[in-house]
């Protein structure tokens, strides 16, 4: 009796022991799984498609707001391309108008040719 008794303390033992580890063990072995901090150039490739596509067939009569959205959104995923890339831009430099659309289409060229980003239907 007093052996059955000591099998089953030893259990409950390792089962609490088990239970007290598993977290911290878990919390160590993510810590050694190297973690990207930023999205891969595919997913901004694919972001910038797709933002793109949403501003150049944008219906008539849309929201100033939603479009001034979607140009900013576009705006942080050619940033984020560029800093992904090592490309030098100025699009936070400059203000809204003629100077940052021609920038934008500067980084838009250059992401094409690096494969980034599709090419514009001519």
Do not use: F, H, N
């Not at 088990?18 to 919390?27: E, M, Q, T």
């Not at 694919?46 to 150049?56: F, H, L, P, S, W």
């Not at 008539?60 to 992904?84: F, H």
């Not at 090592?86 to 400059?94: H, K, M, S, T, V």
């Amino acid at each position: 009796m007093d052996a059955e008794l000591l099998v089953k303390a030893g259990v409950i033992v390792a089962v609490l022991a088990l239970l007290w580890v598993l977290p911290d063990l878990a919390r160590w072995r993510d810590r050694r799984l190297p973690r990207p901090s930023d999205p891969s150039v595919e997913q901004i490739g694919a972001d910038a498609q797709r933002i793109r596509t949403q501003i150049r067939e944008a219906p008539p009569g849309i929201p100033v707001a939603r479009m001034r959205g979607w140009v900013e959104a576009y705006d942080d995923v050619l940033v984020a391309a560029c800093r992904t890339l090592g490309l030098e831009q100025r699009i936070g430099a400059l203000p809204e108008g003629a100077e940052r659309e021609l920038e934008r289409e500067r980084i838009e060229r250059v992401l094409e040719d690096l494969g980034v980003l599709l090419r514009s239907p001519t």
